[in-house]
């Protein structure tokens, strides 16, 4: 019926290695099944394990014998059974930017580039989590509300799971995501409104239809996705923690399970180290109600309506904002937002030094990377890892206005001399 494969070389989960959805505030556990809020709190669930029993069975060399993809962290992840939807994602790499470390005054400055998974965003993490989890609860449709990135994702995961994709975006999407989702024939709606709504009709709509939306009901399954890029770069080290990593905010999920994901590590003795990176969070000044809220030393983050090219991270009124917060607190971590021109700055610099093309959420993280060193809040012998999420592909039109045309001329060399001016050219 499906086209899923057998997660390669990575034995079943041991019965009792999850013990179910536990709410983040009052600690109530749930079943491990299709819900995301808590009945007596509505606080948010997550995923609990038995750390005891992983670190039982989990090893460096097990993880090492597992495949180059996210699925090598399996014992670490909320999956029941040995089908998974593999998409091959993951296991990204983690680049030495010692050319934008110079360039911003960094002596060990690293990239995670996100921007190579399947469809181009570190979506594919999340959306392989929950898509296997959709399958093993029994969905036929999956869902989501997207800001972008996610549209594609997911519909490419429902293609490659044979299952239905309903996808909810809203109608000013950038064209090459509305394209990169399409093409995998997915139902899509595009609603009037900003992600926001999208968020809210979509919310009414996981209440009446038994639809997997991947962000929204199975929420605390895709959320666990996001771990892996914190087991993918403490491996990439040799099994060490950076000292700081910067990563961009929309929901404030990927950037709270980072941190997940780096506390589980020492938890299972994957790491010696019991300290975390100090976390620092960017946004786009356009949408940036988490920073707004750290400005004005606040933990109650009011929604705001976004206006920013960072159309990926545009969400007005984030889920996770308020332990965003308290975990830059915790890991005395930091926040800021980057202006659209400095976050446009922040693509071309990346570009330039390191030949790598980011989306508009990557120059947000190279924005406020540069604005928190001239500022004095990143030393430059901390080992920073930076987190580039999505490819520059899907965002053209962010840049499309600050790139030099192409010098157009006839096919001759006299023709290409008076044109090029090499005297004028200085390779070196
Ligand atoms: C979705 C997204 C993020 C982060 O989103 P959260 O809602 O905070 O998890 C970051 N970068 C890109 C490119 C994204 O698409
Ligand atoms: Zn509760």
Known sequence: MTSTVQAPSTPPAASGRIRGLQCRECGELYPFEARHVCEMCFGPLEVAY???????????????????????????????????VDTRTGFTPLVKADNLGKVLGLRNLWLKNDTVNPTFSFKDRPVSIASTRALELGFEVLACASTGNLAGSVAAHAAKAGMQACIFIPSDLEPAKILGASIYEPNLIAVDGNYDDVNRLSSEIADVYPWAFVNINLRPYYSEGSKTLAFEVAEQLGWTVPDAVVAPIASGSMFTKLHKGFSELAKVGLVDSQRTPRMIGAQAEGCSPVVQAARAGTYDVQPVRPNTIAKSLAIGNPADGYYAIKIVEQTNGALEAVTDPEIVEGIQLLARTEGIFAETAGGVTIGVLKKLITAGEIDPDEQVVAYITGNGLKTLDAVAEHVNAPLRVAPSLAAFEAAFKPAAFNPG
């Open 50 to 84: 038995d750390y005891a029993l992983i670190a039982a069975r989990i090893s460096r060399a097990s993880i090492a014998a597992g495949p180059p993809t996210l699925w090598r962290y399996r014992d670490l992840l909320p999956i029941e059974g040995e089908r998974v």
